[in-house]
């Protein structure tokens, strides 16, 4: 199957301080990649969608300002959590989609990054 | 508003056999994935049904209605492996997925 990677896979900061998450398609090319954020005992909950050269799509109730999503490349997309607090510790996983017959809507996730602020 | 509802919780024996339902209403169909989680990791994917009908891989099978909104996860052989949350999700007109809020299954030997 398809594999997406994350980095880092655990992070623990200061408040106020910005953390960059990294996710990466391995072995294939994709132009649209979402970001989840999971809390305890929570299902996911979609963040935002990044699209390979343009602006990311947020959902209603996301800062844009403070989830900076960054997708320069078709194997590449950022997360950075800006003026980090502590209500922002979650688990961030991240997904893309893979081209294939008859699946092109299937999300491959990413191993999440978990974060702590402190 | 959109709406999938699937059991918080179940619990069944190693070697017996398990159906996970799902029920939806959203505002169109383009199909329902079923993903599996492991405590402290992410969703890996499971199957994804778009139409009417069984889908049969290995010991999971899964199963769709649309006119029912309804699908199930069918798990056989369980084995503890299998300890995890089930997650349903659709895919609306919109082409956004839709998420349940996942069943846990516990595993007892």
């Known amino acids: 199957g398809a594999v997406v990677s994350q980095h880092p896979s655990r992070v623990i900061c200061k408040s106020g301080t910005s953390v960059k998450i990294e996710c990466r398609s391995l072995d294939f090319q994709a132009t649209t990649m979402f970001w989840y954020r999971q809390f305890p005992k929570q299902s996911l909950m979609l963040m935002a969608t990044s699209n390979e050269g343009s602006k990311a799509t947020y959902e209603q109730g996301v800062e844009k300002d403070k989830f900076l999503i960054n997708h320069a490349s078709l194997t590449l997309s950022t997360l950075t959590v800006t003026s980090a607090h502590p209500e922002d510790s979650s688990f961030y996983i991240c997904?893309?989609?893979?081209?294939?017959?008859?699946?092109?809507?299937?999300?491959?996730f990413g191993p999440g990054t978990r974060l702590l602020v402190l | 508003g959109q709406n999938i509802d699937q059991p918080t919780e179940m619990t069944a024996t190693e070697g017996a056999i398990v159906q996970i339902n799902c029920t939806y209403q959203?505002?169109?169909?383009?199909?329902l994935f079923w993903y599996q989680q492991h405590a402290g990791e992410a969703p890996t994917f499971l199957s994804y049904?778009?139409l009417d009908g069984l889908e049969e891989k290995g010991r999971f099978s899964s199963f769709l209605s649309r006119s029912k909104g309804y699908s199930y996860l069918l798990l056989k052989e369980l084995q503890m492996k299998d300890s995890a949350s089930y997650l349903c999700a659709v895919l609306d007109s919109n082409y956004q997925l839709i998420w349940g809020a996942g069943t846990k299954l516990i595993i007892k030997p």
């Open positions: 959203t505002s169109g169909f383009n199909g």
């Open positions: 997904s893309a989609r893979v081209p294939s017959a008859g699946m092109e809507e299937t999300q491959y």
């Open positions: 049904n778009v």
